[in-house]
């Protein structure tokens, strides 16, 4: 099983105000969310946890995850409210994101009550800002510490200023972080956020010597780059007509872990990565991202979609 960790929410789509009504499209959504449902569409065992609401929302993003094949024996159901997320879309397709999530039940996981995992349990990402709000922050981080040495770990900061807008906490997670994780996946966006001025190749080369394997760089349209212990490949983006860009990164990421497990990777820890492998890591996940730019929303491809 692939695990995921992290926020649950719902991407609210503000159409255009007509008089006084505002037409609103709630879909479900939150980048680990995403991520889970994007490996177990694309045919990986994949569990979810995280603290979820016992609300409407709740409950519906509960039964969503087991309609897509997500175990969800790792949840913990929490009376606070469920986290929205507000999305405007740009003239582009870009996402403006705003959000209702002071208390809501997925910042609320306590240490207490980190489950016991299984053998079954191969692999543990995590992401975006549950990892710098609290309780969840160091819950989530006490439990990479404890389980990296046995398992294949992956994290995704996927940067949200507008919940917490101190670069300096995501740059002290991250770099706590690095000494467990196998893979770090991040957008340029990010890395131009987390540290304007620097140059992302040679952070890279910083993190792989503290201990990741593989850290790979997001750029939209133009495709991604990766770097490993084989040195810098880099994989162009895909052309496809962009709806929108919701989920985008999240697929890319998913693909990433469906194709490392695919080929057993995971369970080498990533290690020993050539160049042409990660050429064929980067563009299976570009295709995947791809199908899901064409569609609205975080709507991410199944396996039998990228051939």
């Not at 002290?172 to 991040?186: I, N, S, T």
């Not at 990766?226 to 989920?247: K, L, Q, S, Y």
């Not at 369970?267 to 890591?281: C, E, H, K, Y």
Request: aromatic share 6%; with cysteine.
């Amino acid at each position: 099983m692939l695990l995921v960790c992290g926020e649950a929410l719902f991407d609210v789509f503000v159409g255009k105000a007509a008089g006084g009504s505002v037409p609103l499209d709630a879909r479900v959504g939150g980048s680990p969310y995403n991520v889970a449902i994007g490996l177990a569409r694309l045919g990986r065992r994949t569990g979810f946890l995280a603290a979820m609401s016992t609300d409407t929302l709740g409950q519906h993003l509960v039964d969503h995850l087991a309609a897509e094949g997500v175990s969800t024996d790792y949840l913990v159901r929490k009376d606070n409210l469920t986290t929205l997320g507000m999305v405007g879309l740009a003239a582009d397709g870009s996402a403006r994101y705003s959000f209702y999530n002071e208390g809501a039940a997925d910042r609320q996981l306590l240490t207490a009550e980190l489950p016991v995992l299984g053998d079954e349990v191969k692999s543990l990402h995590i992401g975006s800002f549950s990892m710098v709000v609290e309780p969840a922050g160091s819950t989530l981080e006490e439990l990479i510490v404890r389980e990296s040495p046995r398992r294949f770990i992956s994290y995704d900061p996927n940067v949200r200023p507008l919940i917490v807008p101190d670069p300096a906490v995501w740059r002290a997670k991250l770099e706590r972080l690095c000494r467990h994780v196998h893979l770090l996946k991040m957008s340029d966006e990010d890395f131009r956020w987390l540290f304007p001025g620097e140059s992302p190749a040679e952070l890279a080369r910083r993190w792989l010597a503290q201990g990741v394997r593989l850290v790979v760089m997001t750029e939209g349209a133009k495709g991604a780059v990766a770097w490993c212990a084989a040195g810098e490949i880099r994989t162009p983006g895909e052309t496809v007509t962009v709806v929108d860009t919701v989920g985008a990164g999240d697929t890319f990421q998913a693909a990433l872990l469906c194709r490392l497990d695919e080929t057993g990777t995971l369970a080498r820890r990533a290690d020993g990565l050539d160049g042409a492998f990660v050429g064929d890591l980067m563009r299976f996940a570009a295709r995947a991202a791809a199908i899901t730019c064409s569609r609205r929303g975080a709507d991410l491809p199944r396996r039998a979609e990228l051939g």
